[in-house]
């Protein structure tokens, strides 16, 4: 997966296109992102005991990992990225401008 937790992204499809979030988390064996403010969805509650007031709350949802880019300062864009070994350690590298994410 190219996207880590604490990753800024930039939504390239869907509904919230051109919107810019952090990445809460990450699940790669669904190859899905969870973005903060992105994929806002209302979740209705059922009543219990911890929530007795049921109700609806506004809730974030995972988008595919697919719609979304990393963030680039010195793009102004989001970028792809590719792998490149460095001493030893693998390191994102944007592929237009060559940002370095690590």
């Known amino acids: 997966m190219h996207l880590k937790k604490g990753d800024q992204v930039q939504v390239i ?31 209705h509650l059922k009543r219990t005991q911890q929530n ?10 995972p988008i595919h990992a697919s719609n979304v880019l990393i963030w680039s300062e010195k793009a102004g864009r989001g970028v792809r990225t590719r ?14 401008c060559g940002t370095r994410f690590e």
Do not use: H, I, Y
């Open 13 to 43: 499809a869907g509904n919230d296109r051109g919107k810019r979030g952090t990445v809460k988390s990450a699940m790669p064996s669904s190859n899905r992102v969870l973005v903060e403010g992105v994929n806002v969805r209302v979740k």
């Open 52 to 61: 007795p007031q049921g109700g609806r709350v506004e809730k974030e949802f």
């Open 83 to 96: 792998t490149v070994r460095e001493k030893g350690k693998t390191v994102r590298v944007g592929v237009p």
